[in-house]
């Protein structure tokens, strides 16, 4: 079966702690990893891919075969990173829908 | 920067009428999709469209859904006589060589 997982609905961090968002999946092949934010009132876009290995606003995500995990980090959260995050895969093949995990929403305390 | 506009932001119907969520995507983009977000839940994958014809879609997606792009540039989806269970953000994707989304339409059936 094809799924997501996202274990935590909230996280919520003081300013400057580390972040992370847990993501695991299941999926029959190879993947393609993404991490997608949704702020407050606005569209979701995308953080973050795994074939790209950016680093985007200071976040970083490593695709682990092993563990099929997909978990987003960052080493200093700021206030403005609370949003909702969510995790999704799709298959290789261009064009593939994605498949969301429930979403996490991070909320980063002054 | 070209942005997927979905109209209305916000729609309200009595259950068993007809309504059509519209979708601009941007120009260079080949495949189309609609998702779901039930309050509370994740986002759910619906159809994808390419080259005018429904690629994929999903167990929700059933007759009372159609999807259509009549003229190259809108994007429809229509349900034909809407329930209670139907009221949700919908949102609409268009893709290159990543998904894009729109702001969605809140849709709530009464």
């Known amino acids: 079966a094809q799924r997501v997982t996202q274990p935590e609905k909230l996280l919520s961090v003081f300013k400057g702690a580390p972040v992370e968002l847990k993501c695991n999946y299941s999926?029959?092949?190879?993947?393609?990893l993404f991490w997608y934010v949704q702020y407050s009132r606005q569209r979701l876009q995308l953080l973050l891919r795994?074939?790209s290995r950016e680093s985007i606003k200071g976040f970083t995500a490593d695709l682990n075969k092993g563990e099929t995990s997909f978990h987003l980090k960052k080493p200093f959260a700021q206030e403005e990173d609370s949003a909702m995050y969510y995790c999704?895969?799709?298959?290789?093949?261009?064009?593939?829908?994605?498949?969301f995990g429930q979403g996490t929403e991070l909320s980063v305390k002054p | 920067e070209p942005e997927v506009t979905q109209t209305p932001s916000h729609q309200v119907t009595q259950m068993g009428q007809e309504v059509i969520l519209r979708c601009v995507p941007i120009?260079?983009?080949?495949?189309f999709y609609w998702y779901r977000q039930i309050l509370g839940q994740k986002v759910e994958f619906l159809v994808s469209?390419?080259?005018?014809?429904?690629?994929?879609k999903s167990e929700i997606f059933d007759d009372q859904f159609s999807v259509e792009r009549p003229d190259g540039s809108n994007f429809t989806l229509k349900i034909r006589s809407t329930k209670l269970e139907d009221s949700a953000m919908y949102f609409c994707?268009?893709?290159?060589?990543?998904?894009?989304f729109g702001q969605g339409t809140r849709l709530t059936v009464v």
């Open positions: 994707a268009g893709q290159k060589t990543e998904a894009f």
């Open positions: 120009s260079n983009h080949l495949y």
């Open positions: 795994h074939i």
């Open positions: 999704a895969l799709s298959g290789y093949n261009q064009g593939g829908k994605l498949i």
């Open positions: 999926y029959s092949g190879s993947p393609e």
């Open positions: 469209f390419y080259n005018n014809e429904i690629s994929e």
